[in-house]
């Protein structure tokens, strides 16, 4: 069995993939797919940045208290 993402709605995909039933409505499904991953990477690399900031901000702390 194949490992699911935690935000990957595969209820809701198959749903819409089943509606799917003539070209505009597979072209919308496919647009919408690319446009929710386009989402879900800009929101982890924002996190990937906060991440880093916050590393950078406890070894300034940590620098700073050395001193």
Do not use: C, N, W
Not at 28 to 55: G, K, P
Request: overall charge positive; hydrophobic content about 50%; cysteine-free.
């Amino acid at each position: 069995m194949r490992h699911q993402d935690l935000g990957f709605d595969y209820a809701r995909y198959k749903r819409l993939l089943a509606e799917a039933v003539d070209e505009p409505k597979r072209l919308a499904l496919i647009e919408l797919l690319i446009e929710e991953r386009a989402m879900d990477r800009l929101a982890a690399q924002r996190a990937a940045e906060r991440e880093a900031l916050t590393a950078m901000t406890v070894a300034r702390v940590v620098a700073g208290s050395r001193r």
